[in-house]
């Protein structure tokens, strides 16, 4: 019973970490209908920002996060800005191609620039644990899961109270009746795109803190932000972390219990039958369409 306690606390942490990793992804599709294929770079990248700080003047990698998010929103911004917003209304074949090619290239050059040897960002701390019973919780870990959930708290916080976030909830409903209100739809698009690369940043250097990571990673956390999305609901924030944590216990369970190849199947598994009951996702509408009726 105590592997079983541990392994359900180890998925809810890991659970929080990739929920936040999705957010961004879930929020993009949701708002823009837009699969973002450069998502997982996006992570990366802000990764490696942290692991410079700290590399060169020991910055602590939640302080790395902050700035790691600082970096990738204006990367995220300009990308959509001058690249992403010129095809917006093209097939989603041409925006699949553009996003995936833009991973590419992000790709090859962080493995020019960093190899692709593993990496991770030491700290004193991130090893340490503390005993709830006879289940241990990482120090590192827990930190992730909490900035995870302020992270998603303070989005949806965001896209509630600011006259920015529902410019972004109601553009996502409906982008003409938007523009008709006065809403820069191109500034919205790429404001959204910011904060999505912005958290994917902030998540990068909390894989650092508690894992390793590579340029290869990429392909990795762009296909982990797709399942979460549509496990937890399209453009809901609430989704992307019920998701998250829904997809980290499966994953412990099934690792716990079953050979290592089971455990990607188990989850795809999960996943198909979530959706055979539930066909938009565990938190039903998005929350995006949800708020503007309220409101």
């Known amino acids: 019973m105590t592997s079983f306690w541990q392994a359900t606390t180890y998925g809810l942490l890991q659970g929080g970490l990739l929920a936040m990793i999705a ?54 911004y300009a990308v959509q800005r001058l690249l992403v917003n010129q095809i917006v209304n093209a097939p989603i074949f041409l925006t699949l191609l553009l996003t995936f ?23 004193s701390y991130a090893s340490e644990s503390f005993g709830i019973g006879d289940v241990r919780v990482p120090y590192g870990r827990l930190l992730a899961f909490g900035l995870a959930v302020a992270a998603t708290a303070a989005l949806v916080v965001f896209a509630q109270r600011s006259r920015s976030g529902i410019a972004i909830l109601a553009t996502g409903m409906d982008r003409t009746a938007a523009r008709l209100m006065g809403i820069n739809a191109r500034h919205v698009y790429a404001l959204t ?33 797709f399942v979460i999305s549509v496990l937890g609901g399209l453009g809901n924030m609430y989704g992307a972390l019920l998701g998250g944590l829904v997809l980290g216990m499966v994953q412990a369970w099934a690792g716990q219990y ?3 190849t089971w455990v990607n199947a188990v989850a795809f598994a999960v996943l198909v039958g979530v959706l055979i009951v539930r066909p938009t996702g565990l938190a039903g509408r998005a929350f995006y369409a949800t708020r503007v009726e309220a409101t």
């Open 258 to 260: 079953l050979p290592g």
């Open 193 to 225: 795109a910011g904060i999505a690369a912005a958290l994917a940043g902030a998540a990068g250097a909390m894989v650092g803190l508690v894992g390793t990571f590579s340029p290869p990673d990429a392909a990795r956390f762009t296909l982990l932000s």
């Open 23 to 76: 957010v961004g992804f879930s929020l993009v599709w949701g708002v823009m209908n837009i699969i973002n294929l450069s998502h997982g770079a996006y992570v990366l990248l802000g990764a490696y920002t942290a692991w410079e700080l700290h590399t060169a003047w020991g910055l602590d990698p939640l302080l790395g996060a902050v700035a790691g998010g600082m970096v990738m929103f204006v990367v995220g």
């Open 101 to 123: 090619g833009l991973q590419l290239v992000l790709v090859q050059g962080m493995a020019v620039l960093f190899t692709a040897d593993y990496r991770s960002i030491p700290t």
